[in-house]
């Protein structure tokens, strides 16, 4: 059976959308179908630069994506303030939903969003890439294995990019009125991300803000951290920024084992990436060297991350179309996870890094 296109819609021309638009492409579930920018001359060249086949459809609103009957799923990259108005009324619209992240300004409206597609019957998923990595898979594999990881006990993540002033002021992400969670929503979501995969995503018990949050001019987070804290004992902590060096690392601490990453959000190269394993690691008897360094693990892939995202997601959508399945939970429940730390954080930082517990409901 010849496999089904997924006909995408993308609400904007962000500059995020210039990858997803190729993402689309090299996926072999999934064809470009339209754009739709609030001018019709950008979506215009939007398209023409960014692989559109001919037969496209170019469109001068966001609407008139939404209201095209054939196309089956929308990406969304507004900013984050105009998350809830957008995927709403794709959702109410019929559209499958690949939403950019942060999915929201905080859990109630996220909580609305996923309502829409839930009564809707539409597939979520947020835009975080690394999830679909093969790399991903196999780090699962270590951290799952009691032979040689054991009990997670810690964990440590970080991304951190340096923006010059010009970004730091007038980027999306630096606007109150737009990205109002500003890097604890770009660079933090990502951070949060990764120590929920490293817990299986259990969620913590509280987290408390660490010290040294720093703001630019309109009172947006361009550096922040956290510390987590689970019933049983295991901590985790995370620093995001766009003040320091690109940086984007995971450190994962077991009884037996540790893992270790240092370019989980973006890999150095798109078809290979690696993670080291250290493995009931200890000195020799002189401790002036360990008796055997981390194994380093190399995965290749024939698609890139972003691709192999689409590619799920597409999947997923063919299987609601062609056999009429329930959309797939796993993803819309690890977005709001997410959200929920994050919102927990940024609580934090608000009432002056108190520890604020976390809950689902």
């Known amino acids: 059976m010849a ?3 997924i006909r995408f819609g993308i609400l904007g021309c962000a500059d995020i959308a210039r990858k997803v638009s190729r993402s689309i492409t090299l996926a ?20 023409a630069a960014n692989g559109f086949p001919p037969s496209a459809k170019v469109y001068g609103s966001y609407e008139a994506v939404l209201d095209d009957p054939d196309v089956d799923a929308v990406y969304v990259p507004l900013p984050t303030s105009l ?15 690949l939403l950019e992240k942060p999915v929201a300004l905080n859990v109630p409206e996220f909580d609305r969003i996923l309502e829409a597609c839930e009564s809707n019957g ?12 093969p790399r991903t898979a196999k780090m699962r594999e270590l951290l799952s294995d009691p032979q040689r ?16 002033s010009d970004f730091l002021e007038n980027d999306i992400r630096s606007k109150p009125d737009l990205d109002a969670l500003g890097a604890l929503g770009d660079t933090g979501w990502y951070c949060i991300r990764a120590i929920l995969f490293a817990a299986d995503y259990e969620l913590p018990k509280s987290v408390k803000a660490l010290p040294g949050t720093v703001f630019n001019k309109a009172g947006v987070i361009t550096t922040t951290g956290a510390s987590l804290l689970w019933e049983d004992g295991k901590v985790a902590s995370f620093n995001c920024s766009f003040e320091a060096n690109l940086t984007m690392t ?16 973006i890999p150095y190269k798109e078809d290979t990436a690696t993670f080291t394993a250290g493995i009931e690691s200890w000195f020799n008897d002189l401790v002036t060297a ?30 609601i179309k062609r056999n009429g399945s329930k959309p797939e939970q796993k993803w819309p429940i690890l977005s709001r996870k997410t959200q929920l730390v994050l919102d927990a954080v940024k609580t934090s ?8 517990e976390v809950q689902w409901d």
Request: net charge neutral; glycine share 6%; charged share 20%.
């Open 3 to 5: 496999e089904t296109l």
């Open 28 to 47: 072999p579930n999934a064809t470009l179908y339209a754009v739709g920018s609030r001018s019709l001359e950008k979506a215009e060249r939007f398209a």
């Open 83 to 97: 998350h809830l108005k957008w995927a709403v009324l794709a959702a109410e619209k019929k559209k499958h939903l």
């Open 122 to 133: 539409v597939q979520f998923m947020d835009g975080t890439m690394w999830m679909h990595h």
């Open 149 to 164: 990881f054991g009990r997670l006990k810690s964990v440590q993540a970080s991304f951190s990019f340096f923006a010059d």
């Open 250 to 265: 995971i450190t994962a601490v077991g009884t037996k084992g540790t893992l270790q990453v240092n370019d989980f959000v």
């Open 290 to 319: 360990w008796k055997q360094a981390p194994s380093e693990h190399v995965v290749m892939t024939d698609l890139p991350q972003d691709a192999l995202m689409v590619k799920e997601f597409s999947g997923l959508v063919a299987d």
């Open 349 to 356: 930082i608000d009432r002056g890094l108190e520890i604020v």
